[in-house]
């Protein structure tokens, strides 16, 4: 089946399932439904590309909803959650069971949690930096601050000091980073953030001794002018699991089987304790059209099918 035709499908299976009469709130105003209304929804902003992708095509098979997508820091977003000034946010991680005790269970309720993606952090150095293969544990000595300069790596390195740079300080990344690779501690003082994804990619095409830490959906649509005008002023690095061991970058390929280590999972968190737009947009995330989406831009769909190839050498 086309994915044009999948669409159509898609639209008149949620369009049959959630049409009902009309829902309105204790002031006579009308509700959002699945597929149509109003809502505002906080992002992360590593995950920017795909999901503004995405809900371009979900505004066009539903021109009945208006979704306002803002593209904050993983941190932001959840606070906004968790204060109840946003139902919906889209992030890399679920939320815990104390945010769960302790802000929903109290209103009757559990937010639903709907994987729709695996992502990774993406390494990036400057493009004459010849140290793009570092291995898992030289990564943990640089995000905990035990190896510093260029040179504690690869003795024949000038690059000088370590700038470790990141793309917001509440952002999901740097949470990743701190808690899954450098073990809970705290990041060391040559660490910094910016505001942005692209600004870290621009602070690293600039600085040859800089190590940035972005979302991979930032460089992961090869199709992308844009990932293309990217990946011509940085360098992607590669991560071994051992010195001399084969070191691999965080393509969709390496997620999916666990080569690349470091991956982490994209939750649409939907806070509406009714049958409302979030469900929505969650129900089109995860859809085959969706999925295809996510899958298109270099993301990892969570349902996306995984052949692996082997070839026999005569």
């Given at each position: 089946m086309s994915t044009?035709?999948?669409l159509i499908a898609l639209s008149l299976t949620?369009?049959?399932t959630f049409t009902s009469c009309e829902q309105r709130s204790k002031d006579g105003r009308v509700l959002d439904t699945p597929t149509s209304g109003e809502i505002r929804i906080l992002v992360d902003e590593a995950y920017q590309p795909v999901i503004a992708s995405a809900l371009d095509v979900f505004d066009t098979i539903y021109p009945r909803t208006n979704v306002q997508a803002e593209y904050v820091a993983e941190g932001e977003a959840v606070a906004a959650l968790l204060r109840d000034s946003v139902q919906v946010i889209i992030i890399g991680r679920a939320l815990t069971d104390e945010e769960v005790e302790r802000h929903f269970k109290p209103r009757g309720f559990t937010p639903k949690m709907t994987l729709i993606a695996y992502d990774a952090p993406a390494f990036i150095v400057h493009p004459e930096n010849k140290d793009a293969l570092l291995t898992q544990e030289q990564l943990r000595q640089i995000v905990t601050g035990q190896k510093k300069r260029w040179s504690d790596l690869n003795p024949r390195s000038s690059l000088g000091d370590i700038v470790?740079?990141?793309d917001h300080p509440l952002s999901g990344t740097v949470r990743y980073v701190r808690d899954?690779?450098?073990?809970?501690?705290?990041?060391?003082?040559?660490a910094f953030a910016l505001k942005s994804n692209a600004e870290v990619i621009d602070y690293v095409s600039k600085h040859k001794n800089a190590l940035g830490i972005i979302g991979v959906n930032w460089i992961s649509d090869a199709d992308d002018k844009g990932v293309q005008s990217?990946?011509?002023t940085i360098k992607l690095v590669d991560v071994a699991p051992a010195p001399g061991k084969e070191g691999f970058g965080p393509y969709q390929a390496y997620l999916a089987t666990g080569q690349y280590p470091y991956r982490r999972?994209?939750?649409v968190i939907n806070a509406q304790a009714r049958t409302g737009l979030g469900l929505g947009?969650?129900?089109?995330?995860?859809?085959?059209p969706g999925q295809r989406i996510i899958q298109k831009d270099g993301l990892l769909a969570a349902q996306a099918p995984i052949r692996l190839i082997q070839l026999q050498r005569k």
């Open positions: 044009e035709k999948m949620l369009a049959f470790l740079v990141f899954s690779i450098g073990g809970g501690t705290t990041l060391p003082d040559n990217f990946l011509r999972s994209v939750y947009i969650a129900s089109f995330l995860a859809s085959d």
